[in-house]
């Protein structure tokens, strides 16, 4: 399987769409949400990104169990957004639903995944997430669908790791990569927060499988994030004032992709 991801320094832009159906705060009717994610996906390709994720963000508070209206959603979001900009694209589906994740992304045509809970249990604030590589990555395999990424947070974000406060995250990112990882992903420790340099070189120098930073990242900041990851994942910066929840600000893309451009 190749891995687009290895000394990419690509960046992925993530389109967080509208609440989806038996949702919360689900209003609009899916033709508003799919025409919202399109839009959202062609702004960013026209700033020159060079990657595209969706992710259900909106679907507060988050589920352990992702019904099938959620699955069935981001599988049509997935597969108009893919081919509406001709990007290589992911997804998450929040929250740990990795399985339902890479089924929808084998029906849309994706490229790859973002799992939770991949190796080492950790408490969330939806709840506990134990470790599923051998059944997901297995699960791949029985729907065919190896050729999809599977890419891993470790020590992941908006969550409590006191049970595992003595495995560090090198060795964390260790464990993924024997456990079959398509990449590991280093975050700060919530949602639009800086990853710990430190941490992101250690993590760069202990495996040999692609890096990446999953949040925090600037136009500020990005000549150091570059510097050492394979690829970065920007979801909060690319949004009006910096806000996840506002639309894609396309000039700010554009000005952070100029000064990537001039990085690599």
């Given at each position: 399987?190749s891995?687009?991801?290895?000394?990419?320094?690509s960046?992925?832009g993530?389109?967080?769409?509208?609440?989806?159906?038996?949702?919360?705060?689900?209003?609009?009717?899916?033709?508003?949400?799919?025409?919202k994610?399109?839009?959202?996906?062609?702004?960013?390709?026209?700033?020159?990104?060079?990657?595209?994720?969706?992710e259900?963000?909106?679907?507060?508070?988050?589920?352990?169990?992702?019904?099938?209206?959620?699955?069935?959603a981001m599988t049509?979001?997935?597969?108009?957004?893919?081919?509406?900009?001709?990007?290589?694209?992911?997804?998450?589906?929040?929250?740990?639903?990795n399985?339902?994740?890479?089924?929808?992304?084998?029906?849309?045509?994706?490229?790859?995944?973002?799992?939770?809970?991949?190796v080492?249990?950790?408490l969330?604030?939806?709840?506990?997430?134990?470790?599923?590589?051998?059944?997901l990555?297995?699960?791949?395999?029985?729907?065919?669908?190896?050729?999809?990424?599977?890419?891993?947070?470790?020590k992941?974000?908006?969550s409590?790791?006191?049970?595992?406060?003595?495995?560090?995250?090198?060795?964390?990112?260790?464990?993924?990569?024997?456990?079959?990882?398509?990449?590991?992903?280093?975050?700060?420790?919530?949602?639009?927060?800086?990853?710990?340099?430190?941490?992101?070189?250690?993590?760069?120098?202990?495996?040999?499988?692609?890096?990446?930073?999953?949040?925090?990242?600037?136009?500020?900041?990005?000549?150091?994030?570059?510097?050492?990851?394979?690829?970065?994942?920007?979801?909060?910066?690319?949004?009006?004032n910096?806000?996840?929840?506002?639309?894609?600000?396309?000039e700010?893309?554009?000005?952070?992709?100029?000064?990537?451009?001039?990085?690599?």
């Amino acid at each position: 399987m190749s891995n687009f991801l290895k000394d990419s320094k690509s960046v992925i832009g993530m389109i967080h769409v509208d609440a989806l159906p038996g949702t919360p705060k689900y209003q609009a009717l899916m033709p508003e949400v799919i025409a919202k994610a399109k839009a959202e996906a062609l702004q960013y390709k026209a700033a020159g990104i060079d990657i595209l994720m969706i992710e259900n963000m909106h679907d507060v508070p988050f589920s352990r169990s992702a019904g099938p209206e959620i699955v069935a959603a981001m599988t049509v979001l997935g597969y108009e957004v893919k081919n509406t900009t001709g990007l290589r694209c992911g997804l998450q589906i929040l929250a740990a639903a990795n399985r339902e994740a890479l089924a929808a992304a084998q029906a849309a045509g994706l490229d790859f995944v973002r799992a939770e809970g991949f190796v080492f249990g950790h408490l969330a604030d939806e709840g506990y997430i134990d470790g599923c590589a051998a059944d997901l990555l297995r699960y791949r395999t029985q729907i065919d669908a190896d050729h999809i990424l599977v890419l891993t947070d470790i020590k992941k974000k908006h969550s409590s790791h006191a049970l595992t406060a003595d495995v560090d995250i090198v060795e964390t990112a260790h464990a993924a990569e024997f456990f079959l990882s398509d990449g590991v992903i280093v975050t700060g420790i919530a949602t639009g927060t800086e990853a710990n340099l430190e941490e992101l070189r250690a993590v760069k120098q202990a495996v040999q499988i692609p890096v990446l930073v999953g949040s925090g990242v600037t136009t500020e900041n990005v000549d150091r994030y570059l510097d050492v990851a394979d690829a970065l994942i920007v979801g909060s910066y690319f949004k009006y004032n910096g806000r996840w929840h506002e639309g894609v600000d396309t000039e700010r893309v554009k000005a952070f992709m100029a000064k990537v451009n001039r990085l690599r």
